[in-house]
């Protein structure tokens, strides 16, 4: 399995709800895509960003996705929701 753990910057003022939406609406259009098992919207118990976890079978659907139309317009519909850009970090399971 592979996972991305992504630190989201910061929401630009009053974008929370339109952001959280956003995540809704990818998650539904994503879910369409073979390889993609899950994806979840972290919120911080106190300060800080939000941050997701994306689980995929294998590094190569992560990219069919990544790579994809509609990560394309997932991308642009959410970037002006940001201040700055997310940032994706890359594990293999390799226990659990």
């Known amino acids: ?6 630190n ?3 929401i630009k003022e009053g974008k929370d709800a339109e952001f959280r ?3 809704a609406w990818s998650n539904e259009v994503f879910a369409k895509q073979e390889g993609l098992i899950k994806r ?3 919120k911080p118990l106190k300060e800080g960003n939000y941050a997701a976890v994306v689980e995929h079978e294998s590094y190569e659907s992560f990219m069919a ?3 994809s139309a509609i990560h394309e317009e997932a991308g642009n519909r ?3 929701l940001f201040e700055g ?3 994706p970090h890359f594990y293999e399971v390799i226990l659990g």
Request: hydrophobic share 60%; glycine share 0%.
């Open 1 to 6: 399995m592979f996972v991305v753990i992504i």
């Open 8 to 10: 989201f910057p910061p």
């Open 21 to 23: 939406e956003w995540f």
């Open 40 to 42: 979840r919207l972290l």
């Open 65 to 67: 996705l990544h790579s």
């Open 78 to 80: 959410v970037k002006q």
């Open 85 to 87: 850009l997310p940032t």
